[in-house]
């Protein structure tokens, strides 16, 4: 039984990030230029498969747990934000550095909205003060870090099926969960590597959501914590993390 819910999460979230790519590709809300960006290449891609990963994931990881997907949903929103309206400024430094000059940029919107999305829904999958606190550092930690790799085509979609393929071989809630961020991801890596489309900010950060509520709902205590010690170093290292993504 547990086996087959796992199925159907994964199967659920790919079906619906495919079919929300396709809708958006067929009739793009606003024409078709509005969703085109240039790509490290300087090739034009769509933005489609963002905001179909995170109609995939959100609604597979909602019905595991309705927190996790309102992390899905909340992480996907500021990632759309910071695509929609984002400058040249790149890495936590630069954009606190700008709102320590009155600027508020929309990675700092992106940094403090995912980051409160990530405590709220830690405090509702958790029941202890410390679990509910690092549940959140896992969960905006994560997202940032599947962020930071998606710097060449297929990096961040690859990443998370290789982070979450451990989780897929659990049992529970954690097990689900993972298959939701590896189904929407999974969907999307064909046309990403393929440089038809990218994930954006939107699909990155959702899909990093995702994960790490899979490692909430999969880990107790000393897993958090190493979880979240682990994610810290590497938002502290990200330029590193992101260059080295850059050769894979």
Not at 50 to 59: D, H, S
Request: proline share 4%; with cysteine; net charge positive.
């Amino acid at each position: 039984m547990t086996v087959r819910r796992t199925s159907r999460s994964l199967l659920l979230s790919a079906a619906l990030t495919r079919a929300g790519a396709a809708l958006l590709h067929a009739a793009p809300p606003g024409g078709r230029r509005r969703w085109e960006r240039t790509n490290h290449a300087g090739r034009p891609v769509g933005l489609y498969a963002g905001p179909a990963a995170v109609l995939g994931a959100a609604v597979a990881a909602g019905r595991v747990h309705p927190a996790a997907g309102f992390a899905v949903l909340a992480a996907g929103g500021c990632g759309a934000y910071d695509d929609v309206a984002g400058d040249h400024r790149r890495g936590f430094r630069a954009h606190l550095r700008a709102l320590r000059e009155g600027d508020v940029t929309s990675g700092t919107v992106k940094l403090f909205g995912i980051s409160a999305a990530g405590l709220a829904a830690g405090a509702l999958m958790k029941e202890r003060p410390l679990d509910r606190l690092l549940a959140g550092v896992v969960i905006a930690g994560t997202a940032h870090l599947v962020n930071l790799v998606d710097v060449r085509p297929g990096r961040a979609a690859g990443a998370v099926l290789a982070l979450g393929a451990p989780g897929l071989l659990r049992t529970g809630p954690g097990a689900r969960l993972a298959a939701a961020a590896a189904g929407a991801a999974a969907a999307v890596l064909p046309e990403d590597l393929g440089e038809l489309t990218m994930l954006g900010d939107t699909g990155a950060h959702a899909l990093g959501a995702a994960l790490g509520a899979a490692a909430v709902a999969g880990n107790r205590r000393a897993g958090l914590l190493a979880h979240a010690v682990a994610l810290v170093a590497a938002a502290r290292y990200g330029d590193r993390v992101s260059a080295w993504a850059r050769t894979l």
